[in-house]
């Protein structure tokens, strides 16, 4: 089981949802998902947050995404929303740093 994030026209997730693992049926899900949904769709992983796994494993796209979170291509990663104008982003941990 793996979890896929939606985006909209800004990268901003819409919709989380759980589908297929990636490989499985040597299918691109994310692609998949994609196409049907006519959106771009990236999976997403439950267990990271804080660019950490929570279980040991390697940490998948920074933060698991939730509803609201900006997909960031360039660093390839859930940004959650930030939550004032004086925070700044911690690119290691793919958090916000309150001044």
């Not at 994609?34 to 997403?44: H, P």
């Not at 900006?70 to 911690?90: C, G, H, M, R, V």
Request: include cysteine; charged fraction near 20%.
């Amino acid at each position: 089981m793996a979890h896929y994030a939606f985006l909209d026209g800004n990268n901003i997730v819409t919709e989380v949802i759980v589908g297929r693992d990636e490989g499985e049926l040597d299918i691109d899900w994310e692609k998949y998902y994609g196409d049907f949904r006519g959106q771009v769709c990236k999976r997403t992983s439950y267990n990271t947050i804080a660019n950490s796994h929570r279980t040991g494993g390697v940490p998948y796209r920074g933060n698991y995404a939730g509803i609201g979170f900006y997909y960031d291509s360039n660093l390839d990663a859930f940004i959650p929303p930030k939550p004032s104008e004086e925070a700044t982003l911690d690119t290691n941990t793919f958090t916000w740093i309150l001044s």
